[in-house]
Structures are given as C-alpha cells and as structure tokens.
C-alpha cells in the first residue's frame, strides 16, 4: 500500500471521503504468552511503514470473525506469534489462532512464524494447520532485536513506501535523509503534467497560498538535509581517502569525522516542524499534513541515523577491527550505495507526493529555481511522472538494492556491529565529557572491550560443559554486567536438561527472566532456589526458580550472605524476600514469613562478584 492523498484511501483518515486503511501484515497470537511481543512487533514495523493489523483477542466474537477474515484476505504478510503452547489449544475447531491460521493457508498468504523462547510443536496437529510446522520460521531475539528485524523484513512480501518510512530506525541506518529526494525534475528534466485530465489544484488564490507555504516549508527543510546530506558525502569521502592512500593520521580522522558529526548535530537541532498555522491550511488540502510533520522528524531521525554510521565507519575502519583495507573499501561501497539508491528511491517518492500538484505554474520556481541550489541532487535523465504505479514500481528497484547493499554490509561486518559501534562512540564521549582528550578516551575503550571480548571468549558456554561449569560461566558473565553472555549460558542449561544432563527444567524460565530484566531492574544478584529436598517432593513456601534478594530486610547477594543471616538469627522466625515468576512469565516481588528451620534446598548464587 502507497501513501495516499484524500479521495485515494490511504495511511491517514482524513476529512473527507477516504477510503479505510488497508493493511500490509496481520498479526495472529495467543494473548497469554504472544501478546507483549505481538504489540512490540506491530510498533516496530508500523514505525518501518507497514501497516499493520494488530487484533485484539478478546474482540473476536460474533460477526466480529467477518472483519478478520477480509483483513487476512487483503494482507501479503501473516505473522504468527509461537509462544510457548501456542497451538496446544488448535485441537479445538473453535479456537481462533487455528481458524486464522486455517484462513491464511487457505489463501496462500506469505505464513511467518515467530517463535519465542520455550515454544515446541505439540506432537499432533489438526491437519488443516499441519503445514504450519513445514513454515521456515524466525527465532525471536530480544537482545540483538534490531538484527531480528532486519531477518523478519527479509521474509516479508509487504514493501512499505518509503514515505511511510521517514522517521524509522533500524539497522540500515540510512545514510542520507529521504526528503533529499525532490530533485528528478531539476534542471531540463521534462515536467509531463500534459496528459493529466481532471481539477487543476491549485485553482483558487486560497489554494495557491496553500502550496507556496508548503512548498517554502520543503524547501526549508530539504536545506537542512541537503546540508546533512553533504557532511554525510564528506565523511565518506574523508574516510575512503584514508583507507586508500593514508596521508592522513587516525587521529586526524577521527578529528574530521567529530566535525562532520557535530555539525549534523547542529542542523537537526536548527530544524522546526510546520506551524499550526500551516497545518490548519493544509487540512482542507489534498496534501497530507502527516507528510510534512514526518518531513521534520525525518531531519532529526536521518541525522542521528548518519551520526551512528560515522560511528561505524569509524570503528570499521581503525586498526582494532582487523579487517583488510580491501574489505573496509567494501563497506564504504555499500554505505555509498545506501545513501545514493536512498536518495534516488526518494525522488520517486517525493514525485507521488506532489502528484495532487496539477497546475504546473505552482512548482515551477521549485523546481527550476530552488532544486538547482541543492548540492546533493541526483541529476538523471528520467522525466517527472504522473503514473503513480511506475512510481512505486521504481520505489521498490531502489529499496531492493539498498537492502542488496545492506547485506553485503552484514556480511563482512555482522548482524550487530552497528550497534556494538553506538555503544563504543557513547562510551568514547561519555570520557572525553570527563576530560579526556580523543585519543585517551579511544585508547581508554579499546582496553575496555578488549578485556569483554576475552570474557567472551573465556566464560562462553561449550560442548561439553557441566551444569557447574555453567552455572560459573553465568556467574561470571553476571559480575561482568554482561548478561546476554549469562542468557546464553542459561540457554545452554536448558540444553543440558532435554539431554537429562541437568535438573534445569524446573528453574530455567525463572533464571531467563532473571538474565534478561537484569540490566533494566539492576537487580544482578541473588541465590536462587534449583531444587528442594522433601519427602514426597513438596515445600509448602518455595518454588524452583525463586530468587532470594532479601534476609530479614538486608540484602543477600549470594550464598554466603544467606548462610550469614541463617546463622545470626535470634530467633525462630524470619522473613525472606524473594523473586518469583508470574503466570505472565516475569519476576515479582514476594515477602515470605518463615517458621523455624525450612526443608533442605539446592541453592545456587547468581553472582561472582565479592561484595565485601
């Protein structure tokens, strides 16, 4: 679907006659386990463009299965959120995800499934959702989430316009801004408005007004990222030249490139979105108002986009990286083709946008006065169209090689160096704030990560390690903060389990939340319940997977904190603070009142670090 303009239908209801929103993706779930992801699935790529088709569960009754089945009919994309025992209940005829997922297959539409954490095939299936298991499916990951985006995009048939694209970011991190794209019809480039029957807009000198204030805020804006777009080519241009023949220093580099950064900084910060004024006129307008604000948010998105691609260019191209000159030229082809094939992607969209314009007087001095003074214009011999399905046809060549250059791009670098970049260009600032000079804070970093890319491969989990040995591999990761690292060793307890090399099944969703809240709880520390010894295998008042973070009001951060106030108690009774796994798969917080001395239980810490 195509950003549309009032009388098409399209993205925005407006006033008057639009038709209802179509949709690209449908999202199907089980609202106990699938919900939260399907909702943060549907916010990502309706922020990438996609118009997405988040059902509410509980809404599905009644004639309400009508609407479900025409969206199904009219999406590319089914999403089908796996969480654990998500088709357990498909055995019934009356469940919903199984009457979905029936529609979908049915109606050969492109199936996605998205399996989360714990989620297995039941053994039998009804037959008309069999296929389901033959689906090649996406793991979810929501610690590298972005690079699972990116996968999820791949298996998507739905291409969203670039238009509804302004403000996303993802891991593409679009080297130019989008708006940069107004520029086909600049200098001898043929305006073929000739053939176009129908009102001419603008008509009235009301209409007229409205266009003139809305091409001047364009123009204002298209200043700005044409200004962030030539910083963006200097960067590039800095950089190859180093690569290349080296008559400039890192250091000298660095310098330039700090530069660049700084005075995108500045020009995102200059930008203002439309008056109210403005966005009163263009209410009673063909024009979108949205397209416009979007225009705004696109020059701080872009901005920032360019700034994090510095970042890693940056990082790719120093000595540390350990990539040959030839494959780090490679990467600035790619982050070059990127930021040409947007740029002229754009150009077609911004052609669509102004389509509603049909009177050619009122762009001319846009297009043959302002469009010249832009820097960064990809001047091609190709004629301003009026056919919006040659438009969008030509949209998704240029969005296709873009993606083609972003793989290339994955391929030498890997999925999450982007963002490893970000965070060593943070915390490369964040000690330069402090007072240290460039190269001190650089050199201050590199040790740092040097010292978390030995832990990595020192604590790492391997074939063939016990449930100890892990258990101390997690432990180490955690007093490193470096939690992905203890998730994957909890991930390998899990493993050791299915092979009953473990007695992991009963604590391990505790120990997974655990891993992965850690960072935002700040919570890291606690000893956990694994197991309990009782005859007849029942404790009245703990559960494997519990946490205990607290003694009688003081912190216990490990074992040895627990034995302390076992051992200083002068009395009977004492209370424990625990964590305990909810039916919605996270921690809370519980007190629990203690008599006397508790049934013998495995208890393992959760932190190697010493806290004396």
């Keep these: 679907m195509r950003p549309a303009k009032p009388g098409r239908g399209g993205l925005f ?36 463009g996609y118009s997405v088709f988040f059902d509410v569960e509980s809404l599905r009754s009644g004639d309400f299965n009508t609407r479900l089945y025409s969206v199904i009919e009219e999406c590319k994309d089914f999403i089908l959120i796996l969480s654990p025992n998500a088709l357990d209940r498909c055995q019934s005829e009356d469940d919903w995800v199984r009457r979905e997922s029936e529609y979908a297959l049915e109606r050969g539409k492109n199936i996605v499934p998205v399996m989360l954490r714990g989620f297995e095939f039941p053994e039998s299936l009804p037959p008309s959702i069999e296929r389901l298991r033959f689906k090649h499916g996406i793991p979810a990951n929501t610690e590298f989430f972005e690079a699972f985006i990116q996968k999820l995009q791949t298996f998507l048939k739905a291409k969203p316009p670039l238009w509804r694209r302004l403000a996303q970011n993802t891991a593409l991190k679009r080297a130019l801004p989008v708006f940069l794209a107004l520029v086909l019809v600049a200098a001898g480039v043929g305006y073929a408005l000739s053939n176009r029957t129908g009102p001419v807009y603008p008509g009235t000198e009301a209409e007229k007004s409205t266009v003139s204030e809305t091409l001047y805020y364009i123009q204002t804006e298209l200043t700005h990222l ?4 030539d910083h963006a080519y200097k960067s590039l241009a800095e950089a190859r030249r180093y690569v290349s023949s080296g008559p400039v220093t890192g250091t000298a580099l660095s310098s330039q490139l700090d530069s660049c950064q700084t005075s995108i900084r500045g020009l995102a910060e200059d930008a203002s979105p439309p008056s109210d004024r403005l966005l009163d006129m263009l209410a009673d307008s063909p024009f979108n108002p949205a397209e416009l604000v979007a225009l705004h948010d696109l020059v701080s998105s872009s901005a920032q986009e360019w700034i994090d691609n510095i970042d890693h260019i940056s990082w790719m191209l120093s000595p540390n990286s350990g990539l040959s000159d030839s494959d780090k030229l490679k990467i600035l082809d790619s982050y070059q083709t990127i930021l040409d094939e947007d740029m002229q992607a754009n150009a ?3 052609n669509e946008v102004l389509l509603v314009v049909t009177n050619e007087s009122a762009l001319s001095d846009f297009l043959y006065k302002y469009l010249p003074t832009l820097t960064h214009i990809p001047l091609i011999a190709t004629s301003w169209s009026d056919s919006q399905e040659a438009l969008v046809s030509a949209q998704d060549a240029s969005w296709n090689k873009q993606q083609k250059a972003l793989n290339d791009l994955i391929a030498i670098t890997g999925e999450f160096s982007m963002e490893l970049a970000k965070e060593r260009a943070d915390l490369i600032r964040q000690y330069m704030a402090s007072g240290m000079s460039r190269t001190q804070a650089e050199q201050y970093v590199e040790k740092i990560m040097a010292i978390l890319n030995e832990a990595y491969e020192t604590f790492s989990p391997a074939e063939g390690d016990s449930e100890d040995v892990l258990w101390a ?21 899990g493993e050791l389990a299915k092979d009953g090399g473990s007695g992991a099944g ?21 000893v956990m319940v694994t197991a309990y010894y009782e005859p007849g295998g029942v404790n009245e008042v703990f559960e494997p997977g519990d946490i205990i973070v607290e003694f009688n009001g003081e912190p216990c951060r490990n074992y040895d904190e627990y034995l302390a106030g076992k051992s200083g108690l002068s009395g009977p009774d004492y209370t424990v603070g625990v964590l305990r796994l909810n039916g919605s798969g996270e921690l809370e917080p519980l007190t629990l009142e203690l008599e006397g001395d508790m049934p013998r239980m495995a208890l393992q810490s959760l932190n190697g670090k010493n806290y004396e």
């Design 473 to 493: 591999k997690l432990r180490a990761f955690m007093a490193l903060q470096l939690y992905d690292g203890a998730e994957a060793c909890a991930d390998a307890l």
């Design 13 to 48: 209801t407006a006033k008057k006659g639009v038709e209802a929103i179509k949709y690209d993706v449908f999202i199907s779930y089980r609202r106990d386990g699938g919900e939260y992801t399907a909702k943060i699935l549907r916010d990502r790529l309706e922020k990438l």
């Design 226 to 229: 044409d200004l962030i777009a």
């Design 506 to 526: 009963a604590y391990l969703p505790a120990l997974r939340a655990f891993t992965r809240c850690a960072d935002a709880t700040g919570i890291d520390y606690g």
């Design 348 to 350: 077609y969209c911004a």
